[in-house]
Nanobody
Framework: QVQLVESGGGVVQAGGSLRLSCTGSQGTFSSYDIGWFRQTPGKEREFVAATTRSGVSVDYAGSVEGRFTISRDNDRNTVYLQMNNLRLEDTALYSC???????????????????WGQGTQVTVSS
């Protein structure tokens, strides 16, 4: 079992940047694939980005590719989401999820994830 804590959210103007962190609670963090998802009220959880346990393979939603970068530091049990050129439509609650890494393919379906953090709010203002 792994516990996840997100941080780094806040209010930023359109065009600005934020870096989110997802920190895991235990030493086997490096065995988990990690994904970032976002959700707004009344909508389903939306895939943003994911990385395999090694960090070698990553995947992005088309809406964020070229603007967001996912990376991980397994020595710090942390996965980062660098978000640049933020848009109003990026406003959401961002959560990270963990799933035991087995396939070598970054998982982009939220139903595959067994562990979730509580999320961190990102608000982009005009």
């Amino acid at each position: 079992q792994v516990q996840l804590v997100e941080s780094g959210g806040g209010v930023v103007q359109a065009g600005g940047s934020l870096r989110l962190s997802c920190t895991g609670s235990q030493g086997t963090f490096s065995s988990y694939d990690i994904g970032w998802f976002r959700q707004t009220p009344g909508k389903e959880r939306e895939f943003v980005a994911a990385t395999t346990r090694s960090g070698v393979s990553v995947d992005y939603a088309g809406s964020v590719e070229g603007r967001f970068t996912i990376s991980r530091d397994n020595d710090r049990n942390t996965v980062y989401l660098q978000m640049n050129n933020l848009r109003l439509e990026d406003t959401a609650l961002y959560s990270c999820g963990a799933v035991w890494g087995r396939t070598g393919v970054p998982p982009n379906n939220p139903s595959w994830y067994g562990y979730w953090g509580q999320g961190t709010q990102v608000t982009v203002s005009s």
